[in-house]
């Protein structure tokens, strides 16, 4: 039998997975100098979008926001290759605003790769994970199917969809974690070590020749003009000489943005009828499948039983790259059985003739509840191992590249002996995510939504910059030039609130005028709005329009802040404490949070168990036990 090889370099941080988590993970860890690697099953599918071609929507924009102002790759990326940029909720209240962007699906990932190829200090390799390498209790590494050992101080699993994965095709079934792809038996090493793992569900809409629809049935639907970007250094794509995938638009010093429409349509009754006669060919009705799916992001056969009352669903048809006719049919996710998914899409208007490239499906896979992790991404089982993405429980690509940021830098940090970054709810929904998956675990793929943060006023997507980057440049996440845009923006935002204070406009002071009028910068003459970028206009409009709301928000924070930050102490016993419901003792010792705000926020304990606990703490350690006193020899 053939002797195993292991590679020569000791990596300080390796990443399995090369999807939106592992990306960011490899290329935070590389940013802060370790010796980093990606491994991969296959090198020709990084950051592939295995769903919707999309960036951002509803608080996920807000993500890709936070992530670009700490330093991460896909805000940066989704602005090159965007094809149709949008502000959802625009016209709503600033907390629930938040940019999505249409992406050219090849060109995204294409121009990952290279980005990826060229980051310093960090390899790429090809090869499918069989075991996690563990002494004692820390990771040491891992062996591949083929044999072959790498060795790494951090390692970081991303593995998404593939780690056991299923897919189902109406009673047809075929393993991958994505179809045209292998699967991971990671996740029999990691059951092997003592880690509880679970099965979810999720799905994905069949796509469409673009050629065989007629369009002049549908709603056009355009984009923004101007378009709202993501990074807050969009202007410097492709000035960098260096960049391979250069076109035209994005050499240009302007930047500017050549959009493609969408386009909407809407099932009709003839379609439900096909559904519902098909249901017992499903494999979600049939009880072929077992794992939970996500309830806010139902298949279409779902939406025909839920909501059997209504007629219509609306569809939209999305390009997926300028170089394609390929078209992401957003609303009809569905898992049926080919021959039916022909059919009632053939009853839609517009889709009469519709040529199907591929069907739609549904894949069930493994996944790791959160609540094994520390709020950094580490496991509390094996020191050095993290879990970031759909390993988690999660779902969206947003919601794994935060992960994959934050376990990056946190693999590296450890590697480095520098202090944990953990984000915080006041601060980002970064902080919110992380917070909700380590504290409260999942019951089905968790996806983000404005209404899980309780400070979304303060937590909006055009101010990301001034609540993460000075702490990021101060921690060296970012590099001086985020640092100086960050800076000018922040200075530039000042000086408009010393201005506004000594305006008077209409008999009115600025501050009160804003908050009277319902399109406050839209209404002011242009020698005023001239006196600062739109941007900045924007925010002050937001401070000042809702100055009471974001006061009453920043002193909830403070008031909070005692409690929510203050460490528990390692010495805490929750199974001895005396007073502490049994169903408290459980979760607190399972979870073991690190502070009272964390420990609060666990289901089955209460006001009374953390008052308790901020007794125990202000006690502090109970005495040690006097030493037994020796017998007197003979």
Known sequence: MPSDFTYPTH?????????????????????????????????????????????????????????????????????????????LNGTKGPSVRSPRAQADKKAYQFRMKWILENAPNLELHQGNVAEV?????????????????FRCRSLIISAGTFMRGLLHVGLRQAAGGRMGDGLSTVSDSLRALGFAVERFKTGTPCRLNGRSIDFSRCER??????????????????????????????????????????????????????????????????????????????????????????????????????????????GVSTSLPYEVQHAFIRSIPALENAEIIRPGYAVEYDFCPPTQLYATMETKRVEGLYFAGQINGTSGYEEAAGQGLIAGLNAALKVLGQPAYVPSRENSYLGVMVDDLVTKGVSEPYRMFTSRAEYRLLLRQDNCDLRLSPEAAARGFIGADRRARMEERAAQLAEAHRWSAGVIYQGIPLEKWFRRTESAWSALPEELRAKFPGPIWDLLEVDLKYSGYLLRQQEMV?????????????????????????????????IRPLTLGQAGRIQGVTAADVALLMVLIEKGPPPAPAPAAEEELA
């Open 11 to 87: 990596y300080d941080v390796l990443v399995v997975g090369a999807g939106h988590a592992g990306v960011e993970a490899a290329l935070a860890a590389a940013r802060l100098g370790c010796r980093t690697a990606l491994l991969t099953q296959n090198l020709d599918t990084i950051a592939q979008m295995s769903c919707n071609p999309a960036i951002g929507g509803l608080a996920k924009g807000n993500i890709v926001r936070e992530i670009d102002a700490l330093g991460g790759a896909m805000g940066l990326n989704a602005d090159a290759t965007g094809i149709q940029f949008r502000l």
């Open 133 to 149: 390498l563990v002494e004692g209790d820390r990771v040491t590494g891992l062996r591949t199917n083929l044999g072959l050992h």
């Open 221 to 330: 639907q355009e984009g923004d003009s101007p378009p709202p970007l993501f990074s807050f250094m969009a202007e410097t794509i492709g000035r960098d000489a260096g960049e391979l995938f250069t076109l035209n638009r994005w050499a240009d010093p302007a930047f500017h943005v050549e959009q493609m429409p969408c386009w909407i349509t809407h099932t009709v009754p003839r379609t439900h009828q096909i559904i519902r006669e098909n249901l017992h060919l499903s494999p979600m009705y049939s009880g072929a499948i077992e794992g939970v799916g996500p309830r806010y992001c139902p298949s279409i056969e779902d939406k025909v039983v839920r909501f059997a009352e209504k007629e219509s669903h609306q569809l939209f048809l999305e390009p997926e790259g300028r170089h394609s006719n390929e078209y992401y049919i957003n």
């Open 558 to 590: 403070k008031r909070t802040a005692k409690h929510e930050h203050r460490p528990l102490p390692l010495w805490l016993d929750y199974q001895v404490v005396r007073g502490l419901k049994k169903e408290a003792q459980q979760k607190l010792s399972a």
